[in-house]
Structure formats: C-alpha cells, structure tokens
C-alpha cells in the first residue's frame, strides 16, 4: 500500500495518469479541460506542431 492509496482524490488521478491523460487536473483528480489551462495547452500543441 502507497502513502496516498486511501485518499479518492488521490485514486481519481492515478486512474486518470493510467488512462494515459498527462494534461493538468484539478484538487480532486479530475482532467482540467477549460479555462485558462486548457488554453496554454492549446497554444503549446499549437507551436509544437510547426
């Protein structure tokens, strides 16, 4: 058993880094896909692509 094995927040990201999502999540584990993170992300797959 992990230091944070017991913590849902903690399960949610783990399942969530598994699944192969790296983007940003927020407190409780979940994918950040709006707002102003969504939109860095976006600009930076913008200019890798180039």
């Known amino acids: 058993m992990e230091l944070f094995d017991d913590d849902p927040a903690y ?3 783990k399942k ?8 940003p999540a927020d ?3 979940r994918p950040v896909t709006t707002g102003r993170a969504a939109e860095i992300l976006a600009a930076l797959r913008e200019r ?3």
């Open 11 to 13: 399960r949610q990201l």
């Open 16 to 23: 969530l880094r598994d699944s192969g999502y790296d983007g």
């Open 27 to 29: 407190r409780d584990g």
């Open 48 to 50: 890798s692509a180039k």
